[in-house]
């Protein structure tokens, strides 16, 4: 029994599943957007809830080569002197090794061994002393494995890497204009002929309506894949191939159930007095179609295009059936996010900039429009 002033459990439970499944939207989105303007250094060390603290960090660097910066002393002893941050960011020194094998094998200041006389030692500033004989102090400099305090550093390089360089922008901006050009019909089309068809399934009485909405109904549950291949045999049949009006024609039928369905749901909740008031006034189906139906289904048509807006942006089986060629003109930013992997597989800021820059317009949209996605999604839930 419900105690006065008390929520009962089940609110509760409600509430906190309602935080959970933010915390879980919110979460990958924050780490994409704090990891694209980290260095791959950085993301390889440490996670991106750590990044605006300093991290514990292995840097390889290599000492000055010794053949034009070596110095013989009155003992006949040749050494290097130098800072191993000479022309890059000045770190704290906490410990440092000659081999990979063996990280922080010495501490700042001390002394290694490296054979035969051949010592070297660190200091925590980066200044180092290399010493030993002509033979030993020649050829490259000496790789160093540094264990440093590293602060928090933030670019906007990888935003100008992806967006502005020549060897890479040419390829993100043709696809993200790629991605426009076939979003953009694939989102009205679909919304145009649904709104037709639930109007018509709503409210004009012809023979088999029942049987249509049932169809409709069903072709909710038909998984796209089912129809790939046929439709794909249909579009190169009748001459239409791999193209843009293949994919706008396959997005438009395979967003339309969802479409009807939606829309047919919103405008049988409308009142009946209106409608039939408007026919009273002699207007034609198609008038109260586009003067009454249409400006109050606005809640319905937005929380479609939402849907369907974020269906076909990050889209890549469709594009990749009924769009992608060979000579890649009409790639797709899904595409091209995964030709990346496949190119720059370790260069994480990179794929987090660009998996970023991919779904900026969709998260947009989204927030433009959220108002009116729970008012379309309860549209004809209650009388």
Known sequence: ?????????????????????VLLWIFPTLGLFVSSFRTGEQI???GWWSSMFPAEQTVQLRAADPDDNRIETSAGVFIVEGNIFEGGDTLTIDAWATSSRDLGAFAAGETADLGDGETLTLEADGSYVWQG?????????Q?????????????????GFVLFDEGNSEGMAKAFFNTLTVVIPATIIPILIAAFAAYALAWMDFPGRALLIAAVVGLLVVPLQLALIPLLSLHNAIGIGKGYLGVWLAHTGFGLPLAIYLLRNYMVGLPRDIIENARV???TEFQIFTKIILPLSFPALASFA??????????????????????????????????????RGGDWEILATSAFVSIAVPLAVFFMMQR????????????
């Not at 009116?372 to 009388?383: E, F, M, P, T």
Request: net charge negative; glycine share 8%; hydrophobic share 50%.
């Open 44 to 46: 390889t060390a440490s």
């Open 1 to 21: 029994m419900e105690t006065a002033g008390q929520k009962p459990l089940v609110v509760w439970a409600l509430n906190i599943s309602v935080v959970v499944l």
């Open 306 to 343: 939402i849907f369907q807006f974020l269906w076909t942006w990050n889209d890549l089986l469709v594009a990749l059936v009924f769009l992608i060629d060979s000579s890649g003109q009409t790639t797709v930013m899904t595409k091209q996010i995964v030709e990346l992997l496949g190119t």
């Open 143 to 159: 790789r160093i494995f540094v264990d440093a305090t590293v602060p928090p550093e933030f670019t906007t390089n990888n935003y």
């Open 281 to 283: 006034d002699g207007a």
């Open 372 to 383: 009116y996605l729970v008012r379309g999604l309860l549209a004809g839930s209650v009388k």
């Open 133 to 141: 004989d002509e033979d030993q102090l020649s050829g490259r400099g």
